[in-house]
C-alpha cells in the first residue's frame, strides 16, 4: 500500500480561504472531542492519547495542504519534544521531512512562469516527483550535463498567504491574549520579515553562497554550489548533495566517534557564525543537514531561507548573559536584563526579583555548553534538567499570569536557533569541545 502524500493540485492562498479551511479544522477537531467522550459514556474504551492522535492528524492534514507560515509554526513546535503531547510532535516532525507535494501540472506551471519554459526544457533530466515537501518549497532532482543537481520549487501564492495567515491570526492572538499591539509589533515584525524572507529564493541563493565562502575553512561541512542562472525569485538550483536526514542516519548505527565529528562540525559551525559572521543559518531542524559517515563524520547543510542577521549590540547582550561572571554578579546580569527588555523600569521590587533569580537560574543551565571545555549532550541528565526547568517555569504563577512579552525581538530566532542545535546535538549524543 502506498503511504505517501497524495500530491495537491491546489493551494488556499486567500485569506477567505485559508480561514474556511481553519474553521472545517475545528468542526473535525469537535466531532472528535463529540466520539471521544461519548465512547466514554457507553462505556467504551477511549483514551486521551486516542483524542490527541485522532486530532493530531487532523490538524497536521490541513497544516500540510496550507503550506507556508503554519507548517513552519508546527515544524518549529516539533523541535521541541517536551512541548507537544507526543502524538502531536510525532505528526509534526513530519513537517521536517516529508509533507503532500505540488502536483505535475503546478510544477511544470511554475518553471513556465519564471523560465518560459517547462523543466524538461530546462535540463536534461527532470524527476517531476518531489523528492522532498516541506513548508515553503520541495525539491525535485534533475540533471544537466551529467551533474545531479537540487531544484527547489517554491508553492505558488505562498508569500501571500504569510501576510494572509499574520492578518488572520493577530487579531485574535490579542483579543484572546488580552495583549496590546503595540507591545508585540515588533515581534510579529521580527517573525514576518523572516518568513517573508524565505520566501525570497534570490536573496537565499545570495546568503548561501556567501555563508558558504566564509565557513569554507571548517573541517567536516559541505555545502552546495549554486546555479543563478538555473534560479529565480521562486525556483532555486544548486548540487545535489549526498547524504541522509538525522532519522535515516541514526538507523545506520553510527559509532559513537562519527556522532561526536557531526556534532562538532555543527557546533563549530554556529559559534562561526555567531561570533564572527554575526549571522546565523536560523532553521537548524533535521531536514536542513544531510549527514554521512565519510571523513569520520562530514555534515551538508542546506537552506539558507532563513538566516538571523544578529545586530552588534545583540551579539553583545547575548554572549554577556551567557558569560560565567555574569552569572556570579546579580548587580550586573540585572544591567543586562535592564538592556534587553526583560526588566522595566515599572517594574515592582519583587517582580525585579523574581525575574532576576528566574532568568539566572535557566542562563546557568541553557548556558552551561557554553562554559565548559567540553560537553556531552548524550547526557539524559542534563536534558531532564533542561525540561524539568521548563515544566517549573510553566507552573509559577507570575509567569502564567503574564501577558506581555519581554525581551528583544531579535532573541527570538537567536533562540530558535539554540534550541534546534541543542535538539540536532542530543539526537546525535555527541561529545564536543565547546571552548
Excluded at 515599572?346 to 523574581?354: C, G, L, M, S, W
Excluded at 549532550?377 to 526547568?389: K, T
Amino acid at each position: 500500500m502506498d503511504d505517501s502524500p497524495k500530491p495537491l493540485d491546489s493551494l488556499p492562498t486567500t485569506k477567505v480561504a485559508r480561514a474556511a479551511r481553519f474553521a472545517k479544522t475545528g468542526l473535525h477537531v469537535g466531532a472528535n472531542y463529540v466520539k471521544h467522550y461519548a465512547r466514554r459514556a457507553v462505556g467504551a474504551e477511549s483514551t486521551t492519547e486516542d483524542l490527541h492522535a485522532a486530532n493530531a492528524a487532523e490538524l497536521y492534514g490541513t497544516l500540510s495542504e496550507m503550506k507556508g507560515s503554519v507548517l513552519k509554526v508546527a515544524q518549529m513546535l516539533a523541535m521541541e519534544k517536551n512541548l507537544l503531547p507526543s502524538a502531536y510532535a510525532d505528526q509534526f516532525a513530519q513537517a521536517q521531512y516529508q509533507t503532500p507535494p505540488l502536483s505535475g501540472p503546478l510544477v511544470v506551471k511554475s518553471f513556465r512562469d519564471a523560465f518560459g519554459k517547462s523543466p524538461f526544457e530546462v535540463f536534461d533530466e527532470f524527476d517531476n516527483q518531489a523528492r522532498q515537501a516541506a513548508s515553503i518549497g520541495q525539491g525535485h532532482m534533475a540533471r544537466l550535463a551529467g551533474k545531479p543537481l537540487a531544484v527547489k520549487v517554491q508553492y505558488p501564492g505562498v508569500a501571500d498567504s504569510i501576510r494572509s495567515d499574520i492578518r488572520l491570526v493577530k487579531p485574535i492572538a490579542l483579543r484572546v491574549l488580552g495583549l496590546d499591539e503595540a507591545t508585540v509589533r515588533p515581534y510579529m515584525q521580527e517573525v514576518e520579515t523572516r518568513l517573508l524572507e524565505e520566501t525570497d529564493y534570490a536573496l537565499e541563493l545570495q546568503r548561501g553562497q556567501e555563508i558558504a565562502a566564509a565557513c569554507a575553512e571548517l573541517a567536516h561541512l559541505q555545502f552546495p554550489q549554486y546555479y543563478p542562472a538555473l534560479s529565480s525569485a521562486r525556483i532555486l538550483t544548486m548540487d545535489w548533495l549526498p547524504g541522509q536526514h538525522l532519522k535515516e542516519f541514526l538507523a545506520t548505527g553510527p559509532p559513537q566517534a562519527v556522532r561526536n565529528q557531526l556534532g562538532q562540525a555543527l557546533w563549530d559551525f554556529y559559534m562561526h557564525q555567531l561570533n564572527t559572521l554575526h549571522r546565523v543559518h536560523a532553521d537548524p531542524h533535521p531536514g536542513n543537514f544531510l549527514l554521512r559517515a565519510d571523513d569520520g563524520g562530514t555534515v551538508g547543510v542546506l537552506d539558507f531561507g532563513c538566516v538571523k542577521e544578529v545586530p552588534a549590540d545583540v551579539h553583545r547582550l547575548f554572549t554577556e548573559l551567557l558569560a560565567p561572571e555574569t552569572l556570579a554578579d546579580s548587580t550586573r546580569l540585572t544591567a543586562l536584563l535592564e538592556e534587553a527588555g526583560v526588566l522595566r523600569p515599572e517594574d515592582a521590587p519583587a517582580k525585579r526579583t523574581f525575574y532576576v533569580s528566574t532568568m539566572q537560574a535557566s542562563l546557568e543551565l541553557v548556558g552551561r555548553p557554553f562554559r565548559q571545555a567540553t560537553f556531552d549532550f548524550g547526557d539524559p541528565a542534563y536534558m531532564q534538567s533542561l525540561y524539568a526547568l521548563g515544566d517549573s517555569l510553566m507552573q509559577q504563577p507570575e509567569l502564567r499570569q503574564q501577558r506581555e512579552p519581554r525581551g528583544s525581538e531579535h532573541f527570538i530566532y537567536l533562540n530558535r536557533t539554540y534550541v534546534g542545535l541543542y535538539a540536532l546535538l542530543t539526537e546525535l549524543q555527541a561529545s564536543i569541545r565547546t571552548a
